[in-house]
């Protein structure tokens, strides 16, 4: 898929993965939240204060980085049978021993930001359309206040107005020092929240050796 | 989180004679956390769970387990009295077929009470408040409390059997095929309240299942077996997204979408 991926990411910057559609953009992403294998090589991160390398990490260790320290937007949402999109959103921070009905409120409040209307919130999102599901999806990925974000293409299904709802989260993100590290292939997005833009085909396979 | 995992399995080998039940299985097992064992049929996953709960003597391996109090136990090295003590309080047992793990002639309630009354309690009105109490969260309607569960129907009986279960705190529930031959709308409110119930209470839980839908929703890691053997292990969804082994591959791929 890639080979030889090298970068690096700091406190309060986004950088953006550039590339055309199969070159491994997303791929990427999955081997720094660890849903995708890493055959060699290391991904540092700091976790609780120490140097992790998620390579190697148990999986132990890489639910507790993903409960603490790496948070993930994904294109699509995994839907789970009878939760309620409020419950959905609230999830990350209950994990994290917040009290069900404070991360209830904060999880009304995103949803309302994202103009999802309220008569959605107590259904499971798993009918709802892709740019109503998206932003639950969003919603669940900005609660937390994760040292780390990375962003799957938080914006392909979503208006003008919700993007730009979007944008002024990702600059606060950016603002509070998170690392954000995304796929936007809406030049529009990309262009107001990239600090710099990681050019994915310079990590193709084979590409050294040529 | 503790730093000491609540069960140690060690080389665990089950032989039916010359055949292979499960060769060679060690992991650790940590507090919290949901181990879900998956394969096809005759891949070992059932002959694993039996030699882990103590329902079936491996023939070669260890496995321990972690007391309240803190020490390490051997399974295998305690007395018969020490076992069924732990398999009747801090261990669950959810079986496919809920009539093997209910009595089917007597009252809900009893059921629920009855592994109460095992670790001691006496108190008719405190037991019967708690199976009350239990068929509530497993959302059984209180004026069901004295039916038999044969007039239940497979669904009802399956969150009867996790209410007698989880009655007595347990630490760490096994579960064989928890929603096997459920229909799916069952199987889909089964889940939910099992993953509920698994997060509020901290559970351990070891899960076998052929459903790898079940696996991805409920379980953390999983384990990948064919013929007796592990062919993968590893974060649910990095084994699912991203399978390694050619047979989990495999097994991924014949997932019928919707």
């Not at chain 2, 409390?145 to 007698?164: E, H, K, T, V, Y």
């Amino acid at each position: 898929m890639v080979a030889d991926v090298s970068f690096s990411l700091s406190a309060g910057e986004c950088a953006v993965l550039g590339g055309p559609s199969g070159a491994g953009k997303s791929s990427i992403l999955k081997m720094i939240y660890g849903s995708y294998a890493i055959d060699s090589g290391q991904v540092i991160v700091t976790h609780d204060g120490n140097l992790v390398d998620l390579a190697t990490a148990d999986p132990r260790t890489v639910i507790a980085i993903r409960r603490d320290t790496i948070g993930y937007v994904s294109q699509f949402l995994r839907a789970v049978p009878r939760v309620s999109a409020r419950d959905v959103v609230a999830e990350p921070l209950i994990a994290r021993g917040e009290a069900l009905e404070t991360a209830r409120g904060r999880a009304e409040k995103l949803l309302a930001r994202l103009n999802l209307p309220e008569r959605l919130w107590d259904l499971p999102p798993a009918t709802f359309s892709g740019g109503e599901q998206q932003r639950v999806n969003i919603a669940r990925g900005f609660i937390t206040d994760h040292p780390v974000l990375l962003l799957d293409e938080p914006t392909a299904s979503l208006d003008k107005a919700n993007r730009e709802i979007v944008v002024s989260m990702i600059d606060e993100k950016k603002t509070a020092g998170v690392a954000l590290l995304g796929i936007f292939h809406d030049q529009d997005v990309r262009d107001v929240v990239a600090d710099r833009i990681i050019d994915v085909i310079d990590f193709a396979p084979g590409r050294k050796a040529a | 989180m503790t730093d000491e995992p609540l069960l140690r399995v060690r080389s665990i080998s089950k032989f039916y004679g010359n055949r292979i039940g499960c060769n060679d299985i060690s992991f650790d097992l940590w507090p919290g956390e949901v181990l879900a064992v998956v394969g096809e049929s005759g891949s070992g996953k059932t002959t694993l769970l039996n030699c882990l709960s103590t329902r079936l003597l491996p023939t070669s391996g260890t496995v321990s387990y972690r007391m309240r109090y803190g020490a390490f136990h051997d399974l295998y090295r305690m007395s018969e009295a020490e076992r069924r003590f732990l398999m009747r309080t801090d261990w669950g047992f959810v079986h496919q077929n809920p009539s093997d793990g209910l009595r089917m002639t007597v009252s809900a309630g009893a059921n629920v009470g009855e592994r109460l009354m095992a670790v001691g309690q006496r108190h008719y009105g405190d037991i019967r408040a708690s199976a009350t109490d239990w068929l509530g969260r497993v959302e059984i309607s209180e004026d069901r409390i004295d039916d038999q569960p044969r007039a239940f129907s497979g669904g009802m009986r399956q969150r009867l059997q996790i209410a007698r279960n989880l009655v007595t705190g347990p630490r760490l529930v096994f579960m064989d095929e928890p929603t096997g031959g459920l229909d799916v709308s069952v199987q889909a409110r089964l889940l939910d309240l099992l993953r509920g119930l698994v997060h509020e209470l901290g559970l351990s839980a070891i899960v076998v299942t052929h459903d790898l839908a079940v696996a991805r929703l409920l379980s953390h890691r999983m384990i990948v077996m064919k013929d007796g053997h592990v062919v993968e292990s590893g974060l649910t969804d990095r084994v699912l997204d991203d399978p390694q082994a050619p047979y989990t591959q495999l097994l991924v791929s014949s997932i019928l979408q919707v």
